[in-house]
DNA sequence: TACCTGACCAATTATTGATTGGTTTGTTTT
DNA sequence: AAAACAAACCAATCAATAATTGGTCAGGTA
């Protein structure tokens, strides 16, 4: 070590041991640094090197200079996410994640949410186009994981359901103008939404369950043929 | 309906029908669109609302009126997740989550899984400070929800256990310099691990369960007292 | 050769003004 | 009296700009 930096780090110690930091750990800028410290910004810099070498401090070009350990935060995005990803692990994830939604809708749901949802499968009924039929569909997956009444549980559906779309924009783009007459969905939906709406969690459940199954099968039949049998467990959870 | 907002309907359906819209499906600002319609903006205001409650477009102050379902693409920051949720809300997600992922690991964990997760338990035993201890916990949590054999799944445990810590961090500052005699934590999850390890799903499922609610209580019994009692449901799903 | 000074670069933040959906208020119209 | 309208205002958002900051280079100095 040279003697200018070894100077600086001596001065810089001393600075840091004796001044209380704020809240964020920021240090002031290099450029008001070394002169508190009365030593040349070069050799504050190498200082700081090694400092931020031993893990004591981190900087960032724009930001500043920290104490302690830089911050991770590695938000996935959703493009990412769905990059590695297949729709069928999508669909095993919406069916160990929004049966329980459903069934703690059934105990949480308010009155308004149960109005919504039955708004939904009205308006699924009455959708002419593919997009207002799925505008529906997604909208009452929606209402019900909010109706669970856990802003994280709902934060993490809203995830899900974001890498959902990614995937099946990216890979399937059939995207027929008319709505399917797939009433076997019509029929399902309404049997979420009563269970729900008499407070049957089980029964909720079971209902989202079973939808989830049905949309899955049908899903890989289109992609693999009829007699496509999934691996994997995709039972219920134990009780 | 009264009449000018029927009117302002007519001719909006009128104009989307004809007009070709840019890519972004944006529409032109309110103050502009009722000029062009002739009609006020107050009536075009309720028609739009018409429209969106309908799900065919959607608005956002600043931003404009777009035709489609809203994006969800929003990524949810952690942070902002974070902000609107409670201790409470991140342990009831946890408890829904990862005993499912538990009894799936215990379907698709390999060999190296296991052995990570051995790892961990003992890396915790052998841990002389908080800090080593809370990281072989989460590493031990993480290993089980890869092991689940899902990167979507897997991803989802990211995010929550992002909120977790930002929540830990910003509200719980207590941070002791040594690790917790915390035998019950070690034996339930060498309970944990076994069960996967003997590819017992259900056990699995039941062990992360009790586990999940005993750190639960001891959370919430350091927050509110010794007496609480967690309102909603915290059962095992329906099987 | 080591060091300092000054200038410049690129990433980031702060600021300002304009745009836009949402709301209120007072007036006019029916 | 109720509905409709017009204008003003509010808050969120965006775009453009300026200021800040760590990183780097060139030239001079001891």
Redo the contacts between chains.
Sequence with gaps: MNSSTESALTQLKAWLAQRELPDDGRLPPERELCELLGVSRGALRKALALLERDGELWRQVGKGTFVGARPV??????AA?AE??SPF??M??RL??E??LA??AA??ASAAHLDEMQRCTR?QREATTW??Y???D??LHRTVAEAA?????T??F??????R??IVWGRLRQKPDHPPADHHSFAQHDEIVRAIGERD??RA??AMHEHLSTVRDNLLRKRYGADFVRP??NA????
Tied chains: 1, 2.
């Excluded at 935060?73 to 959703?78: A, G, I, N, Q, R």
């Excluded at 809203?158 to 890498?163: K, P, R, T």
């Excluded at 219920?236 to 009780?239: K, L, V, Y």
Aim: net charge negative.
């Design positions: 935060d590695k938000f996935l995005s959703v996410i590695g990803s692990e999508v095993q994830a160990l994640i049966p329980m069934a703690e105990v949480h308006l997009r207002q799925e505008n529906a997604n909208r009444g856990n802003s994280v549980l934060a993490l809203d995830q899900l359901n974001a890498v779309r990614a969690p089980e459940y079971r994997g467990s219920p959870p134990p009780a």
